[in-house]
């Protein structure tokens, strides 16, 4: 949801950008990384080929180094079958479950092949009417995939060392304004996060009595991100990159690392 801009380097040199795989409102069974294999080529044939082209993108790099997008295209990577019990835990093949589940596992495919950073898409929760439909609709779509997803990660040793983090953009107002519907909030609202050192079972902050807006332990998006650097081994007031003439960082110059969630 919203495009190139969730998933872009920003003002980091292109080898720092993700790869997208499919899009909204499309099926990702049906999604792939065009050009993987060739119709014309055997294998070996194919390898040499990419090998080639590999040599060539870095001899072009070696003679245009201002021209770091030919980094972000040198990245590459493969995915494997699961068995129909590992596809059924994750919901894939059930109305409902099927798109997310499959994201979640290839999440953890990812994760296992060495991915450092993936991050998942479920839209439409901006639901200024049809909530009561749409919202059910939505958790259902991802409870079963993600708490398949945490298990999964648990029983291969991985959780403790993968941040599993949950959010939207932002939260809904408690009053309505509109028949069966809820309008944007950013005064209060809930990310969640699991692994990674993260303290399990507590929550942290809270909202008035009537959800409005946070009014204990309140949290910035730099603390939330100061904390997430953190548990990555980053110092988030060291992570500065010049760019255009000044430096910038994740945090800008706030952000405090949120010792009281950590394990």
């Known amino acids: 949801v919203g495009g190139a801009q969730n998933y872009g380097s920003a003002f980091l040199p292109a080898l720092y950008q993700g790869t997208a795989i499919g899009a909204l409102g499309r099926p990702i069974k049906d999604a792939n990384l065009q050009n993987l294999e060739s119709k014309r080529l055997t294998s070996d044939l194919q390898r040499r080929q990419i090998d080639f082209i590999q040599e060539m993108n870095r001899d072009l790099k ?9 980094d972000g295209v040198i990245k590459s990577y493969d995915l494997a079958k699961e068995p129909e019990e590992m596809k059924d835990k994750y919901g ?4 409902g479950t099927d798109d ?4 979640c596992l290839l999440a953890r495919r990812l994760a296992e092949s060495g991915v450092r950073f993936i991050e998942l898409g479920h839209g439409n929760w901006d639901q200024h009417g049809g909530l009561r439909k749409n919202l059910a609709k939505n958790c259902t ?3 079963q995939p993600l708490a398949a997803l945490l298990k999964d990660l648990k029983e291969r040793g991985m959780l403790d060392e993968t941040l599993v983090i949950w959010g939207g953009e932002f939260g809904r107002t408690p009053h309505v304004k509109k028949q069966d519907g809820r309008d944007h909030n950013h005064k209060g609202f809930t990310f969640w996060m699991a692994g990674g050192g993260i303290k399990g079972g507590l929550r942290f902050g809270a909202t008035d009595e009537n959800g409005i807006a946070a009014v204990e332990n309140r949290t910035h998006f730099h603390d939330l991100h100061a904390t997430i650097l953190h548990q990555l081994g980053l110092n988030h007031e060291e992570l500065t990159y010049r760019y255009a003439g000044r430096d910038f960082r994740l945090t ?3 952000g405090k690392v949120l010792k009281d969630i950590l394990a």
Not at 92 to 95: E, K, L
Not at 100 to 103: D, E, I, M
């Open 92 to 95: 894939i093949g059930q109305p």
């Open 100 to 103: 997310f589940g499959r994201q």
């Open 62 to 70: 070696n003679r245009q180094d201002t021209n770091n997008q030919i």
């Open 141 to 143: 779509g991802i409870d």
């Open 252 to 254: 800008d110059v706030h």
